[in-house]
């Protein structure tokens, strides 16, 4: 890399570091937040669901977005974004200014990260140094939800909640002023206008499946509102797919969805994320509720993970450049969920910690092989024109597995351990148990499809350049 492509490489990388760090930042601090705010128990959950309703729902659009009418733009205008709502957030005085912050997080997160991985994915050619870039930012944006924990539970001891909104500013401030000398527009010409019906069907979709999901975790699967939710969702995503076969400019082209790498890419990318977020919400529940830990004691706990998410991150690039993504998904799906189904074996005295730091560690790393797989794959082989579109869809695949995960996991739990269990420490320890067993064999299993479909026979994405036409810089 040039010096100029490291410094770029470095502002859009801590963009999306702290965007990572936005998903779980206020999860250890919700009841203080809550008694501060005056939110009932019941409604204290609205805080991380408002925000992932916004991101999720709209990342696609703001994906096709960027590609139609300028990544740069749109990556400045959605840290800007970012930075406002984060004060507004800080100085939030009743619950429904605090929620209008988080829903306006959420639309800066679903515009900033596309945008902010197409200027990476076009800055640089298929091959190693995209892959070595891709390894970076995975390793990042997984090291940054786990830092969120941390540090939101660290803000909240030693300052106050209002710092986890803060901390984004001088973040924001900086790319802000940074970005419009550094990155070079990367505009495409279009005279079609956006797809409406697309944008309106898609969009709905994912804000109902995503509504649903975390209904479901709170009342069970059968839950009428959850079940309503989940069945509209699925029905505006059938009715999207049907839209874009009509559209004269799709929002999705079908012809991508029909890509073996951009499906099986993205369904890696889809458990990857789903696995390794509910298997922190499962070693949440064993640390306090089995080994009675504290919020922060737990946060800094997740600190080993990080640093096995980056140590993943930067064997990442390097093991798809030498291998290819197919194989570094399968290898790191099987070092996933050998170090998940270790977990089985914990108990409920203190000294299983060890076990709990070295196995999340392992899997960290062999999660962040799979996501750098999943994204090196995912976004190989497409056009710059739909880079925005494959990052996009690539980003949505990440926040619908950060949401489907828990409420999955949470089930599992639920039902093994009855309704009269309570805060028993051993019915607690049976649920985490069976779910963490539920948890590796989906990883193992769905690594295996992954690498048989992606098939022998085909180019391995990431193995070596394209052969096409050279990627336009945006440096």
Request: aromatic letters at 6%; one cysteine or more.
């Amino acid at each position: 890399m040039t010096g100029r492509q490291k410094v770029v490489l470095a502002l859009l990388l801590g963009s999306q570091f702290m965007i990572a760090v936005d998903f779980s930042i206020l999860n250890v601090a919700l009841p203080v937040v809550g008694e501060g705010l005056g939110f009932s128990l019941a409604d204290l959950q609205w805080i991380a669901t408002s925000f992932a309703l916004a991101a999720a729902g709209f990342t696609l659009l703001f994906g096709r977005i960027a590609d139609l009418f300028g990544r740069k733009r749109l990556f400045i205008g959605g840290m800007a974004l970012l930075g406002l709502s984060s004060a507004l957030g800080g100085l939030a005085t009743s619950p429904e200014v605090l929620l209008t912050a988080r829903v306006l997080q959420g639309l800066a997160t679903a515009a900033v990260t596309p945008a902010g991985l197409a200027l990476i994915t076009t800055a640089f050619r298929e091959g190693p140094p995209r892959d070595r870039a891709l390894g970076l930012n995975g390793a990042l944006m997984s090291a940054g939800f786990t830092t969120g924990a941390v540090l939101g539970g660290l803000l909240t001891e030693l300052l106050s909640w209002r710092w986890a909104f803060f901390v984004n500013l001088p973040v924001a401030a900086a790319v802000v002023a940074l970005a419009p000398s550094l990155l070079t527009d990367s505009r495409i010409v279009c005279r079609h206008r956006l797809d409406l019906p697309g944008a309106v069907t898609v969009t709905g979709g994912l804000l109902a499946l995503v509504y649903g999901l975390t209904r479901a975790g709170e009342g069970g699967w059968t839950e009428p509102v959850a079940l309503g939710a989940l069945l509209a969702g699925a029905g505006l995503l059938v009715a999207f797919w049907f839209v874009e076969q009509r559209s004269p400019a799709p929002l999705v082209p079908v012809r991508i969805m029909r890509r073996r790498s951009v499906v099986w890419g993205n369904t890696a990318g889809l458990i990857a994320f789903a696995t390794e977020t509910s298997l922190v919400f499962l070693m949440t529940l064993y640390l306090q509720e089995v080994l009675g830990y504290s919020a922060l004691a737990t946060g800094l706990a997740f600190g080993v993970l990080g640093v096995g998410t980056v140590a993943g991150g930067m064997l990442g690039g390097r093991a798809v450049s030498r291998f290819g993504g197919r194989a570094t998904i399968l290898g790191g799906g099987v070092v996933q969920a050998a170090a998940t189904l270790s977990l089985v074996a914990l108990g409920t005295s203190g000294g299983w910690l060890s076990l709990l730091l070295a196995a999340t560690f392992v899997g960290g790393v062999g999660n962040m092989l799979v996501i750098v797989g999943f994204m090196v794959t995912a976004t190989s082989g497409v056009a710059d024109s739909e880079q925005g579109l494959a990052t996009g869809l690539a980003t949505m695949t990440q926040q619908v597995g950060i949401t489907l995960g828990i409420p999955v996991m949470s089930a599992i739990v639920a039902a093994r351990t009855g309704p009269g269990a309570g805060g028993d420490p051993q019915a607690v320890l049976s649920g985490v148990s069976v779910a963490v067993a539920v948890n590796s064999g989906l990883v193992l299993a769905a690594s295996l499809l992954v690498a048989h479909r992606l098939g022998r026979g085909r180019r391995d994405p990431g193995s070596k350049p394209a052969d096409e036409a050279p990627a336009h810089s945006v440096v």
